[in-house]
């Protein structure tokens, strides 16, 4: 599987959405991505990447997209 | 009752001295792996863990960070993290403590205790917590005081930090509940260490007259309290503030 497929069935498994809803996906937009499933989510990411996200990167993890630039620019995650 | 801490990884802040010191002494003995975090290499600190460790044969390692620099508890934390081991308990030891009247007391200064005393511990628990959280298990322990119950004269800044490490722990309690992470908070009365030496002696003496037992605290008497709170003993035990202060009142 490679890194964006990881990282997509992090957001695909802890939302129970469908890979079409993933795009544009932001915190809140839908029902299980509330401040629960978002302690949830980063869970899933530090498991899945094996990295321990800061305060501040989990307050900025405000989408789908944002979770990438996260992910590329603090934690060397490369897509 | 023996190793009632057998198998389990604690955080230990403010190892160096007083409470700290004699908490790491009382978890080693009753085989706890412990992170100890001090503010400072120091050698004969070091030679002092590393008899502890093999007196009790246990794993100690020490964590060097100063609790007013963010920068070097984030680096402390990162190398608890590296470890990748559970961690059982957070002893939220390591703080200050400041004397002046409310009119003698700047706001920078009130900023500075809630630095150390507060904002420093959270910080400490927000990385801890979620080592806790991916077992669904932990014990968190944070050091009030009295005076964060009862307030005291002269010790406006020093009170309000711990009130607010009070409220933290009920709150925390709450949100980490359903995560099987326990959090409490002990309140110390007047104990014999270093910090204490700051009072002036007539308050000191004021205060320990008015416990029920009038004598002053030791560290052993504090750390067995954390002892019972970090254990399974107490696995059913979250939310509370223990007075440990002889009955002051």
Redesign the interface.
Known sequence: MTTIEQYDQVFIETFGIENSQLAGLAYQSIPTWDSVGHMGLVAALEDVFDIMLDTDDIIDLSSYQKGKEILSQNYDIVF | MNELLKGKNVVVTGCLRGIGRTTMEIFAKHKANIFACAQHKDVEFEEFISKLSVDNNILIKPIYFDLSDYDAI?DGM?QI?SSKVQIHGLVNIAGMVYNGLFHMTSIEKMKEVFDIDFFSQM?IT??VS?IM??HNSGSIVNISSITGIDGNAGQLAYSAAKAALIGSTKTLSIELGASGIRVNAIAPGVILTEMTKALPEDKFNILVEKSKIPRAGSPEEVAKVLLYLISDMSVYVTGQTIRIDGGIG
């Open positions: 984030k990162k993290i910080y927000q990385y979620k959280m991916k």
